[in-house]
């Protein structure tokens, strides 16, 4: 997924040449109407357009060649028509690259798993393959043609995903949870007046002024959606083993700090659901586990760095950002349309996130007082409150 610009090739339409160095990255083309003096010279305007995280300069230049006292705008190439072969592709590109394949093709992985007689080689292979083929789609010749078609349709694309930020922009005006008369925590705790509650979740908290720069902000909004969201994630799959084993499933170790010692020192089987045969690398060790989650998360986290526009050598367009990509992968139901009810979904995501995190603090400070798990503490506590609490399991700490 290199950035690199293609080489500059001329276009002639009529009486007009043009350059166009075309950036990998996806960069918007700039039009530019450049007329000649009267002494016949051509004037050359260079415009320089930021718009990633990057910052990766795009650069277009054009000659126009119109008779004096004329100028005329240059219109695009035309678009190719798309093949069968080229809509495959962009189709597929936009499959593996959702979170929800990943979900789907767990199914087909064990079917495919079983077939190979759980052979370690064949697990982890399957854990490469979505990375490995989207790699491979952005150096093969349909993935080129994939490409060029899609920069052809980025400025169209752009322009719906400007309005469309727009619309989120104007909701955030509107809404109660962002602006100066948001919500805010009480006193001294909500009064950072570098922030002007622009973003989901703002509630004036930052004593230490740690987001007074604003890198220093965008840096921080992002890695507390990315731990808000695992976060959520983890919660659930902390309480639903032991949910499950409550009601009689055998999971082999429903307890989740426990779950890693356990394969460490024997050779436990993990089933997804204590369905027996239902797993992929359950029956495996903890190394080849450890590889299979390196790749399978190597890719999104290698895209997740380059920015919002990796997907674009694969025909991918996204048209949200950093945070929020939106498109067909992260947003295949389109919400982010509903633009009031996408920024008040963004407001309840991050406090259900903040909410997460505490719930996983708690859940590490539990285990290591009890030595217990986050469900059989709740039992614990209501059968036998006054001596089953923090202040109780405490003053009776054994360090």
Known sequence: ????????????????SALWP????????????????SAGSAVVRVCRDKYSRCHQKSWVLRASQEPEGRSSEQPAPADAPETLTTRAAKLA????????????????????????????????????????????????????????????????????????????????????????????????????EHLIGAIAGDAGFDP????????????????ELLHARWAMLGVVGCLVPELLALRGVDLGEPVWWKVGASKLNSDLTLNWGGIEGFRIAGKQG?????????????????ARYVGIRSLEPVGVFLPG?????????????????????????????????????????????QAAVTRVGP???VLDFVADPAHNNIFWNLAHLQL
């Open 208 to 223: 230490l002024g740690l987001s007074k720069e604003q890198a220093s902000f965008a840096k921080y909004q992002e890695a």
């Open 321 to 365: 950002d950093q945070n929020y990509p939106g498109g067909g992968p992260f947003d295949p139901l389109n919400y982010a349309a509903d633009a009031d009810g996408f920024v008040e979904q963004a407001v309840k995501e991050v406090k259900n996130g903040r909410l997460a995190m505490l719930a996983m603090l708690g859940f590490f400070v």
């Open 22 to 37: 075309t950036p990998r990255c996806g960069a918007r083309l700039v039009h530019l109407n450049c007329a000649r003096t």
């Open 1 to 16: 997924m290199s950035l690199a610009m293609k080489t500059a090739t001329p276009i002639m339409t009529g009486q007009t």
């Open 286 to 302: 903890i190394g080849l586990i450890a590889a299979c989650q390196a790749v399978l998360m190597g890719g999104p986290e290698y």
């Open 375 to 377: 469900v059989q503490n």
């Open 93 to 192: 590109a936009e499959i593996v690259a959702s979170p929800i394949f990943y979900l789907v093709a767990g199914l087909l992985a064990i079917k495919l798993v079983a077939s190979t007689g759980e052979d370690g080689a064949a697990i982890f292979i399957f854990a490469a393959l979505p990375i490995t083929a989207l790699t491979a789609l952005s150096k093969s010749s349909v993935g080129k043609q994939v490409q060029e078609q899609l920069e052809a349709k980025l400025p169209e694309l752009q322009a719906e995903a400007d309005k469309t930020r727009a619309a989120h922009a104007e909701a955030r005006r509107q809404s109660k949870w962002y602006g100066p008369s948001r919500p805010r925590l009480p006193g001294p705790l909500g009064s950072a």
